[in-house]
């Protein structure tokens, strides 16, 4: 065998072998499918939920898909930054240049005629095609946080007499590493408090009226309590309003009142 394979050798290098492989390969040079630099890479895709409550029962729903795509020549097809649930098409990723990672929100408004509800179950999987054809594609599971609602104790629809405002909630039973996020808005549109990473033991904050932007008697205000796992994801209860009574003393130190009684009792 050793001497039929060195005969043939002999022969092709005595009579001049034209022969050459063929070369379909993206990293070939000498490959007509050659992709200079290399195909676009796809990679760390996530898929995060953000949940909401709102009176009379009504429940917003959103996700949000992000991750980061490369491209050694920087030449991707910005149309073919597509996402996906499944082989359900919910839009183009575009670049966030603040983050470095491509992002794309879906609302059930943005993906009329679907169970958004289905889409939770399924694969998310995000692709990218550059000029010279060459591809790639990432996925991953959902991991939605769609219950429980996190619940407020206290204020819920009070007046109060206080010079600080005191937040209460109850513990959060999910089954998930977790932090909570407060919001304060004021007539429910104008956010002038905020704060988050709050530990997930937490239950009750103490509000200083020298954060705020001003405080104003009879005017309302509503506070939102967010639960945020270690991923990501987000689920906010519904609102809880109060207002501070028109008398109430809130510049003098004796307006304080004892944190028992700025608690309701269960």
Request: hydrophobic residues 40%.
């Amino acid at each position: 065998m050793r001497l039929l394979i060195s005969l043939l050798m002999t022969a092709c290098l005595a009579g001049g072998c034209d022969w050459t492989p063929v070369r379909d390969n993206t990293v070939d040079e000498r490959s007509p499918y050659y992709v200079p630099g290399g195909p676009p890479h796809v990679e760390d895709v996530r898929a995060l939920t953000d949940t909401r409550a709102y009176p009379f029962g009504q429940i917003l729903y959103m996700f949000e898909i992000s991750c980061k795509i490369t491209d050694p020549d920087y030449n991707l097809v910005p149309d073919s930054l597509r996402a996906f649930a499944d082989t359900i098409f919910v839009g183009q990723v575009t670049y966030n240049p603040d983050a470095d990672r491509f992002y794309l929100r879906c609302t059930p408004e943005s993906l009329p005629g679907i169970n958004f509800l289905d889409l939770f179950h399924s694969v998310i999987r995000v692709q990218a095609v550059d000029s010279a054809g060459a591809r790639d594609s990432a996925d991953t599971l959902f991991n939605a946080l769609l219950s429980p609602w996190p619940a407020v104790r206290y204020p819920l629809g009070d007046t109060l007499n206080t010079r600080e405002l005191r937040l209460a909630w109850n513990d959060w039973n999910g089954l998930r590493i977790h932090t909570y996020s407060i919001s304060i808005l004021k007539q429910n549109v104008y956010t002038i408090w905020d704060t988050s990473g709050l530990a997930g033991t937490d239950t009750v904050l103490t509000v200083p009226y020298d954060d705020w932007d001003g405080v104003n008697p009879w005017v309302f205000y509503a506070w939102y309590l967010t639960v945020v796992d270690n991923s990501g994801n987000r689920i906010t209860g519904e609102q809880a309003v109060f207002q501070f009574h028109l008398a109430a003393p809130l510049g003098a130190s004796e307006a304080v009142e004892p944190a028992a009684a700025m608690i309701k009792p269960e």
